[in-house]
């Protein structure tokens, strides 16, 4: 049912081998104790990637935000000059 296979150099197999548990040597509760423990995990792991990308994420809004409004500023003083050129 399972064959060997080795994802290294063969002299580092040995360290590599999986021992599979016997059927039925898990109770319900300990199943249910390492699905809780995979999910914690996925979810902290969730958690780190959401805090990167906010520390990404909020920088460049924030400078894109900057930009946007000296961008009006800038239309505003030009629309100024305008009308001041126009009189």
């Given at each position: 049912?399972?064959e060997?296979?080795s994802i290294c150099?063969?002299?580092h197999?040995?360290?590599?081998?999986r021992?599979?548990?016997s059927?039925?040597?898990y109770?319900?509760?300990?199943?249910?104790?390492?699905v809780?423990?995979?999910?914690?995990a996925?979810?902290m792991s969730l958690?780190?990637?959401?805090?990167r990308?906010?520390?990404v994420?909020?920088p460049l809004n924030?400078s894109?935000?900057?930009?946007t409004?000296?961008?009006?500023?800038l239309?505003e003083?030009m629309d100024?000059?305008?009308?001041?050129?126009?009189?």
């Amino acid at each position: 049912m399972y064959e060997e296979a080795s994802i290294c150099l063969p002299e580092h197999a040995e360290k590599f081998t999986r021992i599979l548990p016997s059927l039925r040597s898990y109770r319900r509760a300990d199943i249910g104790d390492i699905v809780h423990g995979i999910y914690r995990a996925h979810e902290m792991s969730l958690d780190d990637t959401y805090m990167r990308l906010d520390d990404v994420y909020y920088p460049l809004n924030d400078s894109i935000d900057r930009l946007t409004t000296r961008m009006d500023e800038l239309e505003e003083e030009m629309d100024m000059i305008r009308r001041h050129n126009a009189i």
